[in-house]
């Protein structure tokens, strides 16, 4: 899967296996993370994905449980795409949210989920986001906002 969304080093990817192992084992002994997982008629993987009962921000209304499902680790075999497999994943990570009475998931789609997310009523967010490097300093390059004329001439320049 991290191969086919971008670039990483071999050793990366190795480290990065066992870390996500981990980390996936303690959260499912804890009944906070649940996989899903499609096979052929063989029996052989095709397709998996995971929900993660993420902390939550606690907030008022039905958002404010302190979990929300969230969507990661989606794949599918080459082979098998175009065939409806993460639809079909997607769609009982939904019946288990709402068997849980969950009233939202989140997810951070690659550009090859987005097409499989958007059919099936997921909504790009508004998040934003800053990457910092080692030293906790910012390594993206900060940008001027675009500033439309009409708005510019509503700050005081008249017409």
Known sequence: MWREIRFYRRADLDEHDRVYRRWAR?????????????????????????????????????LGRGEIPYILSMYTEPRWRGRGVATEIVQ?????????????????ASRFGRPVYA?????????????????????NRPRTPRVP???????????
């Open 119 to 139: 059919r099936l009523g997921f909504e790009d967010g508004s998040e934003m986001r800053l990457a910092l490097d080692a030293a906790g300093t910012s390594s």
């Open 26 to 62: 303690r959260l499912m002994a804890q009944g906070k993370f649940l996989a899903v997982v499609a096979e052929d008629a063989d029996g052989r993987p095709v397709g998996s994905g995971a929900i993660w009962r993420m902390p939550a921000q606690p907030r008022p209304g039905p």
């Open 149 to 159: 004329p009409s708005a510019r001439r509503r700050r005081g320049s008249p017409g």
């Open 92 to 108: 009982e990570m939904v019946r288990w949210s709402k068997a849980h009475r969950f009233s939202r998931i989140i997810l951070h």
